[in-house]
């Protein structure tokens, strides 16, 4: 069988088992949670901190041309306008700049949240924007079918010092058809109306309770949700000739106990390597040598991971990356947190490689394939030792200290349900994870 055709083969096997179309939805829930308090939104303003290469940012988006006023340790500062509004997006984002070591900032009348000198419960989630693609019809309405206003009111309330998102924030993409319920009167395509109701609006909440990092998913590319990613996210300055940001620079986030490397993985080729990408990606790998260890890698794309198996066969594995990275990967990486497949997966390997965490499960459409142990999986010619693959629910992460702040590699990470209930638990020391049997 020709490489291409047993490429869509595959892809159609695994669109079978791992997809769930529309009509797998029931009817709007009739026991939904009542809507979380939006810390961080006023009538005209949301606003959060996150980091960017430059260090530390508080950005806010208004309905007005002007930007809010705000303060650093009780001093006026002036927001600079990042992004001025544009057709499809009639609004102003903001952004200042904030030196490390500083006590408080406000934005309108919001105090936001600065960095904790020493982080200790991370949270990490993805993939949380709701699907209206084709036949792929998410119950955009039903908070129990797309979960992620509930998952940040779980993540929230357990307080958390940092918030990773591992990318796809963006998923309305086309309309929601007449008479369907579960999404009617969804918005769609890359507009303020579609970023505000898949992310700001059910994220308010948690923009409002820690700084975040935020990781470009392949959702966010140019030609899908790329505007509205390039204009208020985005860590580097936004393109206003273009609209719409090319790849991301890769930039580095210096915390106490570890660097957190971001690299923008959001098109590398999957099912097919190329050469010419694979190679810029082993020098963005290469040059994380420079940091002191340990590093976290964060990129949307997972390595050698894998959503599944389909015929004895890793599906959704990303040929590229692993091309890239296989003889190039520094020892100061440790750790890598993905999302990209819909699950929560946990791998360590027979090889010398980083560990592998998937966070993948945050609102969008759920991996269906069988949980169980990866132990033995063969994914782009790495074998996995041990580890955690677990599908069907969803969830959050939350990454902890393990041991001492002397041995600061050492660390506990929690996958929770939508709700907050822990579900599983491994731990993770240098490039070593160990999980609890489910």
């Known amino acids: ?63 007005r041309a002007s930007c809010p006023a705000a303060s650093i340790d009780g001093t006026p500062a002036a927001m600079q306008v990042r992004a001025a509004p544009a057709s499809d997006f009639p609004n102003t984002v903001c952004t200042l700049s904030l030196p ?52 940040v009111t779980a993540i929230a309330a357990k307080k958390p010092d940092l918030v990773i998102h591992v990318g796809d924030y963006h998923y309305r993409e086309t309309p929601c058809p007449k008479g369907d319920a579960g999404c009617a009167g969804s918005p769609f395509g890359d507009n303020w109306n579609v970023w505000r109701e898949d992310f700001f609006a059910p994220a308010a909440t948690l923009l409002g309770a ?35 940001n090319g790849t991301s620079p890769p930039f580095a986030v210096p915390l106490p106990q570890m660097t957190l490397a971001v690299v923008d993985t959001s098109n590398a080729a999957e099912p097919v390597a190329d050469a010419t990408q694979a190679a810029a990606f082993r020098a963005e790998y290469s040059a994380l040598a420079r940091y002191r260890s340990p590093v976290w890698l964060l990129q949307h794309r997972p390595i050698w991971s894998t959503g599944g198996m389909v015929a004895g066969l890793p599906f959704g594995d990303n040929k590229t990356l ?8 520094p020892e100061q990486v440790q750790l890598s947190l993905s999302g990209h497949h819909h699950i929560f997966q946990v791998l360590s390997y027979v090889e010398n490689l980083p560990a592998q965490i998937v966070v993948g499960h945050g609102g969008d459409y759920l991996n269906i394939g069988r949980s169980g142990d990866p132990a033995g999986w063969v994914i782009n010619g790495v074998t996995v030792r041990s580890g955690l693959h677990h599908t069907g629910k969803f969830g959050f992460a939350m990454l902890e200290p393990a041991a001492s702040e002397t041995a600061p590699d050492g660390w506990q990470i929690t996958n929770y349900d939508q709700t907050g209930q822990p579900l599983q638990r491994c731990h993770v020391a240098g490039r070593t994870a160990t999980c609890a049997s489910e």
């Open 1 to 63: 069988m020709r490489l291409s055709k047993f490429i869509g083969v595959l892809s159609s096997m695994a669109a079978a088992c791992f997809a769930q179309p529309s009509l797998a939805q029931p009817s709007l829930s009739e026991t939904a949670p009542p809507p979380v308090a939006r810390a961080s939104e006023s009538a005209d303003v949301i606003s959060w901190v996150q980091y960017v290469a430059q260090g530390l940012e508080a950005r806010a988006v208004t309905d």
């Open 100 to 151: 490390f070591g500083a006590t408080s900032v406000v934005v309108g009348s919001t105090a936001l949240p600065l960095p904790a000198s020493m982080p200790k419960r991370i949270a990490v989630i993805g993939d949380t924007g709701c699907r209206l693609k084709g036949i792929y019809l998410q119950a955009c309405n039903d908070p129990v079918r797309w979960p992620f206003r509930q998952i």
């Open 210 to 244: 820690a700084p975040w990092v935020m990781v470009r998913g392949n959702h966010e590319v140019c030609g899908r949700g790329g505007q509205g990613w390039s204009r208020a996210l985005e860590a580097a300055a936004f393109d206003v000739a273009r609209g719409c």
């Open 322 to 329: 692993a091309l890239a990275a296989r003889d190039a990967m």
